[in-house]
C-alpha cells in the first residue's frame, strides 16, 4: 500500500494567492482528517471527514480556509487568499473507523511558505 | 487550561537509560488515548495505544490513570534511535485532541 499521498509536499507563494493541497487518504479507510502543525501550536485538527461529508470543521480557522472530499480517494484544502501566517506542515491523515479500528495514518505534509 | 498537556521538554538521556514522560488531560469524559511519535521532518506514527489495563510492547510500557487523568510514557533501556518527539493523543466523542509532543534526546 502506498500510504497516505500528499501533494506537494513544498509549496513557497506569495500572500494573496491561492493555494490547493491534495490528499490522497488510503485505500478502503472512509475517515480523513487536515492537520496544521506549527512550533507555536503544535499539531492542530483542522477538519475532518467521515465516508467522504464534513463532520467537524471547527478547527478551520475561517473563511479563507476550505476543504472537500468529493469522493472517498480524494480530498483537498484550500486557502484563499494565503497570509504569511499560514506558513506551517498541512498533514492529511485517514483512518478506517470501525470497531477498535482508530489508528490514524498520516501523510508526508506539505510544507507551506507563504511570503 | 489546555485540554491536553505534555512537558516539551527536551529530555537529554544517556543511551542505556530509563525515561518516563507523562501527559495530562482535562476532560474526564475522554475515551481513548494513544501515544504517537514524530521524527524531526516526518510524520507522526502511531507508537501505541494506552489501554486501562495499561500495556507493554518491548522497551516502551504505556499507562492510563483516570483518576488522576494523565497517561504516562516509559521507555527501557533507551536506544539512540528513540530519539523523536513523543505526542499524546486524546480521543472524546470522535474529537482528536494531540499534545505539543515532548522531545527526547537520547545521548550516546
Known amino acids: 500500500d502506498a500510504g497516505v499521498i500528499q501533494s506537494p509536499r513544498h509549496e513557497v507563494t506569495e500572500m494573496g494567492q491561492e493555494v490547493t493541497l491534495r490528499c490522497k487518504p488510503i485505500?478502503?479507510?472512509?475517515?480523513l482528517f487536515w492537520y496544521r502543525q506549527t512550533m507555536m501550536r503544535g499539531l492542530e485538527l483542522l477538519i475532518y471527514f467521515n465516508n467522504n461529508v464534513p463532520i467537524d470543521d471547527s478547527g478551520m480557522p475561517e473563511d479563507r480556509f476550505s476543504a472537500k472530499m468529493p469522493n472517498a480517494s480524494f480530498s483537498t484544502l484550500k486557502i484563499q487568499p494565503s497570509e504569511p501566517r499560514d506558513s506551517a506542515v498541512y498533514f492529511c491523515a485517514s483512518r478506517m473507523t470501525s470497531l477498535n479500528q482508530e489508528t490514524q495514518y498520516f501523510g508526508p505534509g506539505t510544507r507551506l511558505l507563504v511570503l | 487550561r489546555k485540554e491536553v498537556e505534555q512537558d516539551p521538554g527536551p529530555f537529554n538521556v544517556p543511551e542505556g537509560a530509563t525515561v518516563a514522560f507523562n501527559c495530562t488531560y482535562s476532560?474526564?469524559?475522554?475515551?481513548?488515548f494513544f501515544w504517537y511519535r514524530q521524527d524531526c521532518r516526518k510524520e507522526p506514527k502511531l507508537l501505541m495505544s494506552v489501554y486501562s489495563s495499561g500495556n507493554e510492547d518491548g522497551r516502551f510500557t504505556a499507562q492510563l490513570n483516570r483518576a488522576s487523568q494523565y497517561i504516562s510514557l516509559l521507555i527501557r533501556d533507551s536506544k539512540l534511535s528513540d530519539s523523536a518527539t513523543y505526542l499524546c493523543?486524546?480521543?472524546?466523542?470522535?474529537?482528536?485532541?494531540f499534545g505539543k509532543g515532548t522531545r527526547l534526546h537520547i545521548l550516546p
Open positions: 493523543v486524546v480521543n472524546r466523542d470522535d474529537k482528536i485532541i
Open positions: 476532560n474526564s469524559a475522554s475515551q481513548s
Open positions: 485505500s478502503g479507510h472512509n475517515s
